[in-house]
């Protein structure tokens, strides 16, 4: 004890810096186990998802919907899934649909769900038409649940890029 006294009293700059670093250590670990550590057992959605199964869309009401929109032929496939509070809808439409009859299609889908689904999800729609030649699109429409109509992104026709014949013409000579 003599010794600790002889040392404070020979250091005591030192000392009392070197204890104010050490309470300061100690409350950077404890903040940072905070910050990573605690909390890590919960849900990655928080409380969002509260409610959820009263608003649960089945497995079989997937494959309903994916049949009713499938049996369109202008459709070649639908797909859905559920992630969260999100219904994804991709829609696959044969060769010669127009991008406004692919929206319209999209839009009459959401009649498959009733109003209280459709106030709880938002919707995302992937709407896709292969290219051949010059034809074909892929747009994305998204609804809110708080929203009441779809937003579509760039509704722009996929157009193969044509060669320049002046780049042509260089390559050739």
């Not at 100690?26 to 909390?39: D, E, K, N, R, S």
């Not at 049996?71 to 809808?89: F, H, M, T």
Request: aromatic share 10%; charged share 30%; hydrophobic share 35%.
């Amino acid at each position: 004890m003599k010794n600790i006294k002889k040392f404070y009293k020979e250091h005591r700059v030192f000392t009392i810096l070197m204890a104010i670093v050490i309470v300061c250590a100690i409350l950077m670990i404890t903040v940072l186990i905070q910050c990573f550590y605690v909390g890590n057992g919960t849900d990655k959605y928080g409380n969002r998802l509260d409610g959820i199964e009263n608003h649960e869309i089945s497995e079989s009401r997937q494959s309903d919907f994916e049949n009713n929109i499938a049996n369109n032929d202008k459709v070649a496939s639908a797909d859905i899934r559920l992630q969260g509070r999100i219904v994804y809808i991709n829609l696959k439409f044969e060769q010669g649909v127009k991008i406004e009859e692919a929206e319209s299609i999209a839009l009459k889908s959401l009649e498959e769900f009733n109003e209280d689904e459709q106030k709880y999800y938002d919707f995302s729609f992937t709407l896709k038409q292969d290219a051949v030649g010059s034809d074909g699109f892929l747009i994305s429409g998204a609804r809110n649940a708080n929203g009441s109509g779809l937003v579509w992104n760039n509704n722009r026709e996929i157009v193969e890029e044509e060669a320049d014949p002046a780049t042509t013409e260089k390559d050739n000579g």
